[in-house]
């Protein structure tokens, strides 16, 4: 056992200094509980100069990230810098010296995981990197250890802290969506430039991450879907209140046969499940396995202690494996691609919102298009009208997304339609 | 790396059962995740003709534990028999043989941990013990790695499978505790001897076991309060929800200076808080960390497959300790005892819910006593009244446990006062 574990930490930013914190903090119960002191050597940023808010020793600040990476006495290298390059040159350079990683970098994960792996593997380290998904949530961890038993089926997850804020205040309050963006961006729970959350690229990444673990092969992250959440209106908050539901950004990805689905989409939900309570910045992920049956894990998908937390876990675990000898005792369960669905053949149902004329026979035309394409009506609600448009919720039952893109498609044309303003995927 | 782990199973009832049947389901996969085959060789139980809803094959049961205990070819022993004896007989010969060992067994860990750990320390060998609490709940896990670099300020848990179904049915259906028991057991979701459950020994067990680890010392058992369900009536449910509560049979565990609180009792606790949601016979773990903020954890606390998962999940990890001669790894974190608070000094609000004569000066007469010990009413709700009597609601601010119970006592000898009918702590 040795009597010391060094770490060097890459990016003193937000994630940075939570993390330095928690290991400088909690010193002395880390080292209990890993036998070992874990000591913070070095914290390498272009910027040093900022305060943060945590006191660390001034000696350890440096702006070369070499007193890092070819630091003998660093034993783990932690990336927090964020986004692909230069953060997987220096990876793959701490790999190549020795070091074992750990990062919180959800896009570089989904985007060169594989390629990482097999460095890690190569050089005889070990790569953690459970702050990538749902902050402190240690959902990686229980996946490929506590659950690691299970055939899991499914996983649904709100992954974004962002959107599912923005989400519930339209929920609660009855706003629009650009109201509570410009909200969301003055509280500082949205970033100025919010495209990766609410396009869905940020969700993305996670889930491709969480699919690839639970799935046990390399998912390639173009082939996963990602819908934003920029053309939900109020009213559809509205109306899916009315049917029992919320509207929730899920990271949804299942097993279907020999293939798996992986998509993120605005989804209606029913009140009842236990995501649909989860509001506010928090994330939860939903895990649904062959023995265990459902489980849920919840807390604060980001911050800089929440995120601290579970990079520091991996630092621990690295630690005791450093002690014991047993790199790499936890595989990657990456044991080959993942042949993923198009969207075209995921079966589910539709929640669709259409402005109408306010004349007989409409509903008939409608349905009509619909029966052509084997799309079946599960329920339809007419709402007020307004002037001589009526406002038409309907509810699908189960059919290939392929039917219903082309039956909507048909529909948008027909005469007596307006407009079809929304349509959003329906989860139970 | 080996490449077969041999695995005995003691006992074959529910849990028995549930485990044989995820090693056997789900063999390839395990294999491929920890890198042996993980291959169950013998199953010892009393009565091995009662069909099981498993096929096994008929040469690996046994009547006959030291097939298990001696067997060569057996590395982990899995006790799935429970209660005290011979449970920790077995356990202890298995670990003086070098067999890990893992169990489900709440009791014996929570009377008798301290003593299987310095065994396990001895012999040098692995014990898990995942499924003692909650089921398939990955919780001892993440408090013992992912979550190991917070100091846990608080847990709440509904840790009790039964007694959440009984009261959900209490809430939801407005029945009294008597008629949902019957049901309960009609249901199969209570035991035919329900004491366990509703008096709160079994909760008591599961959140000696989780207070345990994180405050990393030994609990002793009987300094953990647990108060059952048994005295709650439909009109608590009913006033719960007035005050925008709800009532859960709670473990809670709380640091508190140098010591800590560690006490199971109903609570009510807001409607809004994570695990006011949680309903019938799930249960789920509430963890504040300093770091990691609000996490919680949710899924079946009960159930064969349920529970064989958590098994099975910590066979795995011992078969990779075994690959990596990484036993030991994750320590027990028992630092040394816990000193527990005793209910006295516990400073919590309070419920209180009594019948009075309907007269003038009643409620002075019951805040003069209240008074006199400090007790200070923060709301009072005056109910129906029913001939001349009327019943009476009141919430306390924050007080301690002695304070509030001296002035129960003396308020129930007051002559206006007929009966103290229930009282009930009250978090946040």
């Not at 970033?191 to 491709?208: Q, R, W």
């Not at 459902?294 to 601290?308: E, I, K, N, Q, W």
Request: net charge negative.
């Amino acid at each position: 056992m040795k009597s010391r574990v060094g770490v060097g930490i890459i990016g003193f930013g937000n994630i940075g200094w939570g993390t330095a914190k928690v290991l400088l903090d909690n010193a002395a119960e880390i080292a209990q509980k890993v036998g070992s002191k874990v000591e913070l050597l070095k914290i390498a940023d272009l910027d040093i100069t900022t305060p943060r808010p945590v006191t660390v020793p001034p000696n350890i600040l440096t702006t070369d990230v070499t007193e890092v990476l070819n630091n003998p006495e660093i034993d783990i290298v932690v990336e927090l810098i964020g986004g692909v390059n230069p953060a997987k040159k220096f990876i793959l350079q701490a790999m190549a010296n020795g070091k074992h990683v750990v990062t919180a970098n959800k896009e570089l994960i989904a985007k060169h995981g594989t390629e990482i792996f097999e460095a890690a593997a190569k050089n005889g380290v070990d790569f953690y990197f459970e702050g990538s998904v749902c902050g402190g949530i240690p959902i990686i961890a229980a996946l490929k250890t506590s659950l690691a038993a299970n055939n899991v089926q499914e996983i649904m997850g709100i992954v974004n802290g962002t959107t599912n804020y923005i989400l519930t205040k339209m929920a609660n309050e009855g706003s629009d969506f650009g109201e509570v963006l410009a909200e969301a961006q003055k509280a500082g729970y949205a970033e100025a430039d919010p495209t990766s959350d609410i396009e869905g690229y940020d969700a993305k990444y996670k889930l491709a991450i969480l699919a690839s673990i639970v799935f046990t092969g390399s998912v390639n992250v173009d082939d996963v879907y990602a819908e934003g959440i920029t053309k939900l209106a109020r009213a559809d908050m509205e109306n899916a209140r009315e049917l029992g539901c919320v509207i929730k950004l899920l990271g949804i990805a299942k097993r279907n046969g020999d293939k798996v689905q992986i998509r993120v989409h605005p989804t209606l939900i029913p009140m009842t499940h236990p995501l649909a309570t989860v509001n506010d910045v928090f994330n939860a992920v939903f895990v649904r396995g062959d023995c265990v049956g459902d489980v849920m894990f919840y807390g604060r998908g980001a911050g800089s202690l929440p995120t601290g937390s579970a990079v520091t876990g991996d630092i621990m675990d690295i630690a005791r494996n450093i002690n014991c000898g047993s790199v790499g005792r936890v595989p990657q369960l990456n044991f080959g691609p993942c042949a993923v669905q198009s969207m075209d053949e995921v079966v589910t149902k539709y929640y669709m919102r259409m402005r109408v004329n306010d004349q007989p026979g409409v509903l008939a035309k409608i349905g009509g298009v619909f029966g052509e394409h084997q799309v079946s009506v599960a329920s339809v609600i007419q709402k007020d009208q307004v002037a001589d448009q009526a406002e038409i919720v309907m509810v699908m039952h189960k059919v290939a997304e392929a039917n219903f893109r082309r039956a909507i498609e048909q529909i948008a044309k027909l005469p007596v339609v307006s407009e079809v303003c929304t349509w959003i995927r329906v989860e139970e």
